[in-house]
């Protein structure tokens, strides 16, 4: 695990500003605005892996070896692909001796060691909110409980926080799940879920746990991490107000393909996860007037400033900007990239 900053949530109230009322034009497009989810785009932990690896680039000079995707995104992959990073897919694709980075996603502990095993030097971009989930996860097992987590198969994340206690985790993907998952003692359970996943769904997991389980445990703060929630948030409040919501982030990225479903759950006409403005398909825009805009946590800004640019050409001048909350979180680089060279 390497060193990190505080995460405390913000507690700034809500507030809505109107951006650029100026350029409202006159004729039949007056009507037509953008709703701007705040906050959106990059998190602490997705700025601290992709500040990772280009110190490490900076560092070192290319080829950089990182082990996954840095992060769930498409553009950042290829912009860091561009400078240098080689993505593989696991650490036997590495030179023995080389630098490897692991990605925020965070890994199990047989990753560690089969990188120890090729004398790889490791420099872990794990998410610090990930590794608290990886210590609770550890620390109940040690306290030799059932835990039951909550999360999707096949996720990097989920692969790696089972890893943390392979013969004590059980994954239950939703409330269906709840009520076939086998563990040893029911008054010995507890449970935890990634961090991207969407709050509703969560809590309604959690309930159909605990009404079969009425001893379960859980973790001391909530899993689902703070920029999860809140990007979250503030797109539940664009979407009840927007004909169409379009949500900017890769279609692996688990916190952007939630708060398209969050969007639609909240009301909004039709949402949609697109990687950027040039997979938006005009038709969409038919019989539209207000458009709700976000982007997922590892989504970078220049997205967003794209998007904004091809709806203006198509009409849409007028931005409000809604802000939900303001996030002060910041996570200090890796310990090891930290120290002089
Ligand atoms: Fe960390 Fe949350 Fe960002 Fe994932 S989405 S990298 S858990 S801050």
């Known amino acids: 695990m390497t060193s990190h900053g505080s995460a405390r949530r913000s507690t700034t109230p809500t507030a809505c500003r109107s951006t650029s009322p100026a350029a409202e034009p006159v004729h039949q497009d007056s009507a037509r605005r953008i709703l701007l989810a705040a906050p959106r785009g990059f998190c602490a932990g997705v700025e601290r892996a992709v500040a990772t690896v280009e110190r490490v680039l900076e560092r070192h000079g290319p080829p950089v070896y990182v082990r996954k995707e840095i992060v769930h995104n498409r553009r950042v992959v290829e912009e860091l692909r561009s400078r240098g990073a080689v993505f593989v897919e696991d650490t036997d694709q590495v030179p023995e001796g080389a630098v490897v980075i692991l990605s925020a996603h965070g890994v199990a502990p047989t990753v560690h060691a089969d990188a120890a095993r090729r004398r790889l030097r490791v420099i872990d971009a794990t998410?610090?909110?990930?590794?608290?989930?990886?210590?609770?996860?550890?620390?109940?097992?040690?306290?030799?409980?059932?835990?039951?987590?909550?999360?999707?198969?096949?996720?990097?994340?989920?692969?790696?926080?089972?890893?943390?206690?392979?013969?004590?985790?059980?994954?239950?993907?939703?409330?269906?799940?709840?009520?076939?998952?086998?563990?040893?003692?029911?008054?010995?359970?507890?449970?935890?879920?990634?961090?991207?996943?969407?709050?509703?769904?969560?809590?309604?997991?959690?309930?159909?746990?605990?009404?079969?389980?009425?001893?379960?445990?859980?973790?001391?703060?909530?899993?689902?991490?703070?920029?999860?929630?809140?990007?979250?948030?503030?797109?539940?409040?664009?979407?009840?107000?927007?004909?169409?919501?379009?949500?900017?982030?890769?279609?692996?990225?688990?916190?952007?393909?939630?708060?398209?479903?969050?969007?639609?759950?909240?009301?909004?006409?039709?949402?949609?996860?697109?990687?950027?403005?040039?997979h938006i398909d005009d038709s969409w825009l038919d019989g539209t007037t207000t458009i709700g805009l976000t982007s997922g946590a590892s989504a970078p800004e220049s997205l967003v400033t794209e998007t904004l640019h091809w709806l203006a050409q198509r009409g849409w001048h007028r931005i409000e900007t809604v802000t939900v909350t303001t996030e002060t979180q910041h996570f200090a680089l890796p310990h090891s990239l930290t120290k002089p060279a």
């Open 127 to 278: 998410c610090p909110l990930v590794t608290k989930v990886h210590r609770e996860a550890q620390r109940f097992a040690r306290d030799d409980y059932d835990i039951l987590l909550i999360g999707h198969a096949g996720h990097e994340e989920v692969i790696g926080t089972l890893g943390q206690a392979p013969d004590r985790i059980h994954l239950v993907d939703g409330p269906h799940d709840a009520a076939s998952v086998q563990v040893r003692d029911e008054t010995k359970v507890a449970w935890l879920s990634q961090t991207t996943l969407s709050v509703d769904e969560t809590r309604a997991t959690v309930q159909a746990l605990q009404a079969r389980f009425p001893a379960l445990a859980g973790p001391a703060g909530e899993d689902i991490c703070y920029a999860t929630q809140n990007r979250q948030t503030a797109v539940r409040r664009i979407a009840a107000r927007s004909d169409l919501v379009l949500v900017l982030g890769s279609a692996n990225s688990s916190n952007s393909q939630r708060l398209a479903e969050v969007a639609r759950n909240a009301g909004a006409r039709a949402a949609h996860l697109v990687d950027s403005a040039a």
